[in-house]
């Protein structure tokens, strides 16, 4: 008998006459109302750079079909020529950080939108500077180019089958896609989304 068979008799005659009592617990958070932005630092002594986070909730859930065109969005910001202008004047016209990142984080009720930064500890009182910068500004008021929109669809796609590249990339998407109860072929059909997707 093998190890495995073995263990598996152990644990059911320990384990195996127990049932649950009780409903299943709520684990979805409920949704919230919007927050203003807000920032986070977290203080090492001994670091010698300083972590800045710049998040606020979104009323977008990863349901949602404006999703697609948001993914669009931030890529076209940190992927193309906007993002180099905003790296540009933020870190070397003016010094105020070493790296930026932005990111989504879309749940079933609730969703994220952040916006973190490296910088030194004597530059983090110029978070207000930092985030009201005009190039995040300019996708409020202009649209993109035709060129930064495509590719933008260009990365995101290519994306989709570099995530199926190993058995353990395919299993880990689809049992994700399982627990969170999405579609198993989402992603084909976020693949159908994007290039449908145009400036307005």
Known sequence: MSIRLQARQVV??????????????????LPCRRTRP????CRIPSSVQTALKLAQTISVTRDDQARYALYLAMKCWAAVSMHRAYIRDLRDQRGLVYTVD????LGKHRSTYAVSFGSDPDKVCCRERIGGAKNLKQMQQEPVSEEDLKRAKG????????????YEQIG??????????????ALTIAGQ????????
Do not use: K
């Open 155 to 166: 990365i995101l796609l290519r994306h989709i089958p570099l995530g199926e590249s190993s």
């Open 12 to 29: 059911e005659q320990a384990f195996g006459g127990w049932t649950a009592q009780a409903p299943n617990p709520r684990w979805n958070i």
């Open 102 to 105: 932005t990111r989504f984080t």
């Open 38 to 41: 807000a920032s986070c630092m």
């Open 172 to 185: 880990g998407q689809l049992l994700t896609l399982s627990i969170e109860d999405r579609p198993l072929d």
């Open 193 to 200: 989304h994007y290039p449908a997707t145009e400036c307005v």
